[in-house]
């Protein structure tokens, strides 16, 4: 156990640091991060890419690196396929990738029309298709996934599906018990 502060007669322990970050919830988005960063280095290095983890701060990150700096990265939560790709590739966003070809068309067209379709294996086939596009010619790197699980009680009234997961967006001002 090591002292990390010491106020007074006060003393605050790795120990007693660590419950507080687990208490608060903070550990968990810590060690989460670390490992995202481990993760897309050592993925990187396995492509024969060296990537160096830099760390931005969150009030300057859209404006003096992401479109600056050769390669960023952020997090968008956790949207689906779809979301993410009407998000990522329409005209006001096109910049971002700069993924604007006949590949980027096509799957584009892939996308809207899987997502117009009722059957889940037809759109399940297009998105595919769409995926394998943006995988052969595409813009973007994405180092990981991660598993969400949403749930509630049947007695939780008001939560609405939304198109991104976390509970409807965490839109919990919008929640009741009955």
């Known amino acids: 156990m090591t002292d990390l502060v010491k106020i007074d007669d006060e003393v ?13 919830g903070a550990f968990d988005g810590l060690l989460e991060d670390i ?3 481990k993760l897309t280095v050592h993925a990187a290095k396995k492509a024969g890419i060296k990537v160096t983890v830099q760390k931005d701060a969150a009030d300057t990150f859209w404006d003096n690196t992401w479109g600056v700096a050769p390669f960023t990265f952020s997090s968008w939560g956790y949207r689906s ?8 590739f329409v005209s006001y966003n096109a910049q971002e990738t700069r993924w604007n ?7 584009s067209r892939l996308v809207y029309k899987a997502a117009a379709t009722a059957d889940p294996v037809k759109r399940k086939s ?16 994405i180092p990981y996934f991660k598993q969400t699980l ?10 609405v599906p939304h198109v991104f997961p976390a509970l409807s967006w ?3 001002w919008n929640y009741w018990l009955s």
């Open 101 to 107: 070809d006949s590949s980027q068309k096509k799957a």
């Open 81 to 88: 396929f779809f979301t993410q790709w009407l998000q990522s």
């Open 35 to 37: 490992i995202k960063d």
């Open 126 to 141: 297009l998105a595919v298709a769409a995926q394998q596009l943006h995988w052969d010619d595409g813009g973007y790197i």
């Open 12 to 24: 605050i322990t790795t120990e007693d640091f660590v419950k507080l970050l687990r208490f608060t």
């Open 170 to 172: 965490y839109r919990f």
């Open 150 to 159: 949403d749930g509630a009680n049947k007695r939780v009234q008001g939560l």
